[in-house]
């Protein structure tokens, strides 16, 4: 079955089975790697996309669902690396293996959208999903306090400007 | 992980001691700038680490006509950052910017880069030296080049941010002008050549990003699970929930008829398994149904519709429980093997004033690497190129060649950062099964495990079954200690990370001590996991040593110090393997742990977490713990509390380590560290079972990590420098952990646990 898809603000048209994960559709059939795989059950947030403003996991995402939706990805936040969330986690260093480091880019983009100073408890209920297998907690949580800091005003997510 | 376990898998270690009959090819760049390559005759192979490899300069550093300096990193970046951190060695002693340096992944070819492990702690011993002499030899060349343009002698040269010095003439040259000439100049004795002082390190010491970090937040293709080939297709795997099981039959003509199916194939595998116990090569291939599809959706949706008739017969459908019975059984049994004994440790416990007694266990666990294991190869015209993400690339790519009989020069390896290692991926099962299918198939594919596969067929962490008795005289000393470990393996014989060396703490350091092991039969896969054998003997040494301070009426901390300054063992301790203080060179390992040093990570951690007035209040209590592996020294104490409902929270964790003369890059260092104690705490209430021989657990809902919420809000990172050499991080800061945690929850509750996951003695994280 042939979808219409609005990724990244691009729209693009992609051919698979209805219940094909929107997980497997950004990696497979648009080679949008950035979005990772590592639970397929929504128990770890390696997967995590926005759609529609919202933090999900499109490993639970149907490319059904996700049809007429806008999604944004890790490529999307910026051409170079500009968000000020992107500029935050590299200026703490925060990445060690960083294979869960897309998704948990994303999470906190959905965070500071809605709650552009969030304390450590909330940064805490939002992150929670995000398992970090290498344990880079205490660096995330510091990354999302300076992103908040700098610039809170840009932190949006791109999806929403058009 | 272990350093033994390298000695064992790579018997020669390729130590290439370099001939000074380089010949040095000059290739042309885009640019006009210069590459250096090297073939280098190679030498008989170096007889200790101490005479570290030589290599050739040539091959690590590239530098552009416009100053540009491209260094190769050799080893595989499973999340340590030794990618950024061994080229920062280089580029010190090259003496250039750093910001002018571009890091570039090796690919695997350890006759020219030498062993490109990523496992033990050991890339930094195996390499400080020689990737110095790297960055010096090449920096010397620059300078005599400089110096032959200039007509001028090479003592009045210097060098600076990537350009050559002569400062009486007021003249210099950079380094993209020098490269041409330097090219064709004899290479120096590398082990001659000046090195820097370190007081002068501008790099070295100083933190950097990670190289790959704009990469990784931009979400680019990075690791193995990104590799995409033209025309690749995509396969999953599937082998039998028991280990060892055959397929009988499959039904593979349904599964040809699935969407995007292209092949659906048995594979018969080449497993070697050994009586008592399994213990195949790492790379072993596995039996299994192999699917590949356009799509890993496709194929993963495939496999959902196959069904598959296992032959189990010869497997050994072992349960969880039994383990725990037989192991009971057999600590009451005269053990089967001594591994050390001094003194009269049976007749002084008899008559010791006091005797603490106690019997420690834990489970089996996974890795759960966040990428799952996988592998992309391509097979064509007899040749195979594959894209990994193996910790030892160098020895899977000899199991692919011996189990495919490919040549070993018919492969080529590349190596892509790795979305975790902990040891997982020392072993190359999926690598075998990538190359297997893709030579079937003779098309590029990249196999993929799904979580499951994960969960179900790791190399587990083993278990273990310890009991251990000490004997205290009037005054509370210790002078009786008999520990008798219970693990898997046959005879002598231990399964692969299932043992226990004989110096494990505090023998030596009590006059009457024995250690026996006694091995019982296991039918499934074990191997290393981060900091293997000490992430668990730590618990259970360092948590029966707080018990028996408490039962000797001391402080935990004054307990500690008390042993470790036994006079005998402070005697025999070789302090002259001390370097000259502050010196990169000569880069000497001490070969036992130094009780000095370990003493000196207790005193830093008891200050800074102001031990000697700590509160007790019901419900809070802090404990301590220390370890020494992987040539690191690690002192943690941990707050927690505890409410009525057993749940508990670590407030505040505070570590000491001690690894030598120079934290290379401290904030990497850092979060490494942070990144030990998460995966302590983790490990504490993780557990893998096996029922009728298959393991219950298939994702992470049943083996939970730490989330953000539970992870403490402060870890606090000292490090003591000392003038010993430099040494590795990923894995000493992991073990103590456990049992801090373990002696604090015992501060405020006055319940010990002795068994995990902790959730066994009723504990879980808030
Ligand atoms: S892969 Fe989607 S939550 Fe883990
Ligand atoms: S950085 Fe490795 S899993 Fe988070």
């Not at chain 2, 400080?128 to 003592?155: D, F, K």
């Not at chain 2, 990428?371 to 020895?395: C, H, N, R, V």
């Not at chain 2, 299932?498 to 896969?525: H, I, R």
Request: aromatic share 6%.
């Amino acid at each position: 079955m042939a979808f219409n898809l609005t990724i990244n603000q691009k729209a693009v048209s992609v051919d698979a089975s209805p219940d094909t994960p929107l997980l497997w559709v950004l990696r497979d059939e648009l080679h949008l790697k950035g979005t990772k795989y590592g639970c397929g059950l929504g128990l770890c947030g390696a997967c995590t996309v926005l759609m529609g403003g919202q933090a999900v996991r499109s490993c639970l995402t149907t490319v059904s669902e996700a049809a007429g939706k806008a999604v944004v990805t890790i490529e999307g936040l910026s051409p170079d690396g500009s968000h000020p969330v992107q500029k935050a986690w590299e200026t703490v260093d925060v990445p060690q293996c960083g294979y869960c480091q897309a998704g948990q880019i994303m999470s906190a983009v959905a965070l500071l959208a809605s709650t552009p100073h969030p304390t450590d408890g909330q940064i805490d209920d939002a992150m929670s999903g995000n398992l970090c297998r290498c344990g880079t907690y205490t660096r995330i949580r510091q990354a999302i306090h300076q992103a908040a800091d700098t610039s809170a005003s840009t932190a949006a997510i791109p999806a929403k400007k058009i | 992980m272990q350093i033994e376990r390298h000695d064992m898998k790579e018997p020669k270690r390729k130590a290439l001691k370099m001939e000074r009959r380089d010949f040095l090819q000059l290739t042309a760049l885009a640019g006009g700038g210069l590459m250096l390559r090297s073939f280098m005759g190679v030498a008989a192979p170096a007889q200790t680490r101490a005479a570290a490899p030589v290599l050739s300069p040539s091959a690590f550093i590239r530098i552009a006509a416009d100053g540009t300096v491209t260094i190769l990193a050799k080893n595989p970046e499973i999340g340590q950052g030794i990618k950024t951190v061994l080229p920062m060695i280089i580029a010190e002693e090259l003496d250039v910017d750093w910001k002018s340096v571009k890091i570039e992944q090796a690919d695997l070819d350890e006759a020219t880069y030498g062993g490109q492990v990523s496992g033990g702690s050991m890339a930094i011993p195996n390499n400080w030296e020689s990737l110095h002499r790297v960055g010096a030899t090449a920096r010397q060349l620059l300078i005599t080049a400089a110096a032959q343009t200039w007509g001028v002698p090479v003592s009045q040269c210097s060098t600076t941010s990537g350009r050559v010095i002569h400062a009486a003439s007021h003249r210099s040259l950079g380094y993209g002008e020098l490269a041409a000439k330097a090219a064709n100049l004899t290479l120096p004795d590398p082990v001659n050549v000046p090195l820097k002082d370190p007081k002068q390190y501008k790099i070295i010491g100083h933190s950097q990003g990670g190289c790959d970090v704009p990469a990784i937040v931009t979400g680019k293709p990075l690791f193995g699970i990104d590799v995409e080939l033209p025309g690749m297709m995509h396969a999953v795997f599937q082998k039998c929930p028991v280990y060892g099981g055959r397929v009988k039959s499959a039904n593979l003509d349904e599964l040809l008829k699935m969407p995007g199916v292209r092949h659906a194939f048995t594979v018969a595998g080449s497993l070697a398994t050994t009586p008592g116990g399994v213990d195949p090569s790492g790379s072993a291939l596995e039996p299994g149904v192999a699917i590949v599809a356009d799509t890993w959706w496709q194929a993963q949706t495939a496999r959902k519709k196959l069904s598959v008739e296992w032959d189990q017969s010869g497997c050994l459908l072992q349960n969880s429980k039994e383990f725990a019975q037989h192991a009971e059984t057999l600590s009451q049994q005269s053990p089967a093997n001594t591994l050390r004994s001094e003194g009269d440790p049976e007749g002084t416990l008899k008559n010791s004033a006091k005797v603490v007694e106690a019997a420690y266990s834990y489970p089996f666990i996974a890795h759960a690497t966040l990428e799952p294991q996988g592998t992309t190869a391509s097979y064509k015209d007899g040749k195979l190129e594959m894209w990994t993400t193996s910790q030892t690339p160098g020895s899977g790519k000899k199991g692919v060649a011996q189990i495919l009989g490919i040549p070993p020069e018919n492969i080529t390896v590349h190596l892509c950062r790795v979305g975790g290692g902990f040891g997982r991926r020392l072993n190359n099962d999926y690598m075998t099964e990538a190359a297997w299918i893709a030579k079937t198939v003779s098309a590029p594919v990249k196999l993929l495990w799904s979580r499951e596969d994960d969960f179900g067929h790791d190399f587990y962490r083993p278990a273990g079954f310890q009991y251990l008795k000490a004997g205290l005289d009037q005054s509370g000393k210790v002078v009786a200690w008999r520990h008798h470990f219970v693990t898997f393996g046959e005879g002598s014989h231990t399964a692969s990370s299932a043992n226990l060396k004989n110096d494990v703490f505090p023998a030596g350091y009590v006059p009457n001590y024995a250690l026996y092991m006694t091995a019982m039969p296991l039918w499934v896969k074990t191997g290393p996991l981060r900091a293997p054998g000490d992430n668990a003997h730590a618990f259970v040494v360092e948590s029966f040593v707080d018990e028996v301070a408490i039962a000797a009426g001391k402080d935990p901390l004054a307990f500690r110090i008390e042993l470790l300054q036994n006079p005998a063992i402070r005697a025999t301790f070789a302090e002259s393997l001390k370097p000259t203080p502050g010196q990169p060179m000569p880069y000497k390992i001490e070969p036992r742990m130094n009780p000095s040093r370990l003493q000196g990570v207790l005193q830093l951690v008891a200050e800074k977490s102001n031990w000697k007035n700590r509160k007790r209040s019901p419900g809070t209590g802090m404990g301590l713990a220390c370890w020494y592996c992987h040539l690191g020294y690690f002192a943690e104490v941990a707050e927690v509390t505890v409410n009525e409902s057993n749940q508990v929270r670590v407030n505040k964790v505070w570590i000491a380590g001690d690894i030598g003369s120079q934290i290379i890059n401290p904030r990497a260092a850092e979060n490494m560290v942070h990144g030990g104690i998460i995966d302590g705490m983790s490990e504490m209430n993780q557990e893998i079972t096996l029922a009728n021989g298959q393991v219950e657990q298939t994702n992470f809902h049943q083996h939970a990590m730490m989330r953000m919420k539970q992870a403490p809000p402060e870890i606090e990172v000292h490090f003591k420098k000392t003038d010993y050499a430099t040494t590795g991080l990923g894995e000493p800061s992991l073990p103590p952990i456990l049992p801090a945690i373990a002696n604090a929850i015992f501060a405020a509750t006055g319940k010990r646990i002795r068994s995990l996951p902790m959730s066994g003695s009723g504990f879980k994280w808030a």
